[in-house]
């Protein structure tokens, strides 16, 4: 009897693994695949970048205080889709940036299937068009899922990217997987692997890092272990003592937003200590 439980053990839990790694993609991707219309756009302020609606990479803001000091693109988190992060038009745009709200393959109106290679390959060519189109400095800004995406573009030393600034981020999503399946041979299954701490290693310029207190997803001791690790760039943490991973403040006026930009525009010359908002 105590064999066959052995037995019945081994297999369910070999079917587990599988399983897990079968649907691992699943686990992580959720998008929205619902594209805009017309009057959608209009009324959030919208415009497809750079076409219109059929070859898009993503959203940039019509309204911009002028004179435009730069463009942010935002690498969105690992669900919804890109046009639910119009916080950070709202906030950048009266600040005197012109802000791309990029969009993956697989999310939105988009084809594709989303995975670390497709997403990040795709990101290398927004850079570059928007470097075409609009000149520098590019300031990147990755929200959890997309941080892993902006680390991955800054480990690229051909890509004028001028700062980036890091949401929620993780230090690496296996380490994040193996604590959340602590029962799974998780270095040996994971596909994604969006690395922060290897990519951000030789990256020279200004790195911004935003963790919450409260975050139940991304614990902030990942966050913080990221930020550690960064030695090439100067750096900043901000630590939100009230937000949680989904509820970090947004609003426009709040103060952060413009000590992040003034940050990656103006570095300083040496690391600083953490500031809380």
Same mark, same amino acid.
């Given at each position: 009897?105590?064999?066959?439980?052995?037995?019945?053990?081994?297999?369910?839990?070999?079917?587990?693994?599988?399983?897990?790694?079968?649907?691992?993609?699943?686990?992580?991707?959720?998008?929205?695949?619902?594209?805009?219309? +017309?009057?959608?756009?209009? +009324?959030?302020?919208?415009?497809?970048?750079?076409? #219109?609606? %059929?070859?898009?990479?993503?959203? %940039?803001?019509?309204?911009?205080?002028?004179?435009? !000091?730069?463009?942010?693109?935002?690498?969105?988190?690992?669900?919804?889709?890109? #046009?639910?992060?119009?916080?950070?038009?709202?906030?950048? +745009?009266?600040?005197?940036?012109?802000?791309?709200?990029?969009?993956?393959?697989?999310?939105?109106?988009?084809?594709?299937?989303?995975?670390?290679? #497709?997403?990040?390959?795709?990101?290398?060519?927004?850079?570059?068009?928007?470097?075409?189109?609009?000149?520098?400095?590019?300031?990147?800004?990755?929200?959890?899922?997309?941080?892993?995406?902006?680390?991955?573009?800054?480990?690229?030393?051909?890509?004028?990217?001028?700062?980036?600034?890091?949401?929620?981020?993780?230090?690496?999503?296996?380490?994040?997987?193996?604590?959340?399946?602590?029962?799974?041979?998780?270095?040996?299954?994971?596909?994604?692997?969006?690395?922060?701490?290897?990519?951000?290693?030789?990256?020279?310029?200004?790195?911004?890092?935003?963790?919450?207190?409260?975050?139940? %997803?991304?614990?902030?001791?990942?966050?913080?272990?990221?930020?550690?690790?960064?030695?090439?760039?100067? !750096?900043?943490?901000?630590?939100?003592?009230?937000?949680?991973?989904?509820?970090?403040?947004?609003?426009?006026?709040?103060?952060?937003?413009?000590?992040?930009?003034?940050?990656?525009? #103006?570095?300083?010359?040496?690391?600083?200590?953490?500031?809380?908002?």
């Amino acid at each position: 009897m105590l064999l066959r439980i052995i037995l019945y053990s081994v297999v369910l839990y070999i079917a587990l693994t599988a399983l897990v790694f079968l649907l691992q993609r699943r686990l992580l991707y959720h998008p929205s695949v619902n594209p805009l219309s +017309a009057s959608d756009l209009q +009324a959030l302020g919208l415009q497809y970048w750079p076409a #219109s609606g %059929i070859d898009y990479r993503g959203f %940039i803001n019509t309204r911009v205080s002028t004179p435009v !000091k730069g463009t942010v693109m935002v690498f969105h988190g690992n669900g919804g889709a890109a #046009s639910d992060r119009l916080f950070y038009t709202r906030a950048l +745009a009266p600040l005197g940036y012109r802000v791309l709200l990029m969009e993956y393959p697989g999310y939105g109106g988009r084809a594709g299937k989303p995975s670390e290679a #497709s997403f990040i390959a795709d990101a290398k060519q927004s850079v570059a068009l928007a470097h075409h189109h609009f000149g520098v400095p590019l300031f990147l800004w990755g929200e959890s899922l997309g941080a892993g995406v902006v680390a991955a573009l800054a480990a690229d030393s051909t890509l004028p990217i001028a700062g980036v600034a890091l949401i929620t981020p993780w230090d690496s999503l296996t380490r994040l997987a193996q604590r959340l399946f602590w029962f799974l041979p998780v270095r040996w299954l994971v596909r994604d692997r969006y690395d922060n701490v290897r990519n951000l290693q030789a990256y020279d310029k200004p790195v911004a890092v935003l963790i919450a207190e409260r975050d139940d %997803i991304i614990p902030k001791a990942h966050g913080l272990r990221l930020y550690e690790s960064i030695q090439s760039s100067p !750096k900043k943490l901000w630590v939100f003592e009230q937000g949680g991973h989904n509820n970090w403040p947004r609003l426009p006026q709040e103060p952060w937003w413009q000590e992040v930009m003034l940050f990656l525009y #103006s570095p300083l010359p040496t690391p600083v200590e953490p500031m809380e908002p």
